[in-house]
């Protein structure tokens, strides 16, 4: 499974939506994700890739970790993927 499917996947997963409704542009409040979800899906994300994600969850908008889409989101784990190797 892709990085994107799984991220995807998590999403979904906390979201409590089929996979086929999470889009790249959705945002995780579109989704409905609140902050107990949002962290969830960090803990999650960091689990499945056995990567370290650089958020703040006192204080997101001071995070070096991108959310403010899922495509931003695919990008950002992506990326900490790729300097993990």
């Known amino acids: 499974m892709s990085v994107k499917d799984t991220v995807i996947q998590i999403i979904a997963e906390q979201a409590v939506l089929d996979v086929e409704d999470v889009t790249p542009d959705s945002t995780l409040d579109s989704l409905g994700v ?13 689990e499945a890739f056995d990567i370290s994600v650089p958020f703040n969850a006192n204080d997101p908008s001071e995070s070096e970790f991108d959310i403010s889409s899922v495509d931003s989101i695919v990008k950002a784990v992506e990326k900490l993927v790729a300097e993990q190797s």
């Open 34 to 46: 609140d902050s107990m979800g949002l962290v969830e899906s960090i803990f999650a994300i960091e």
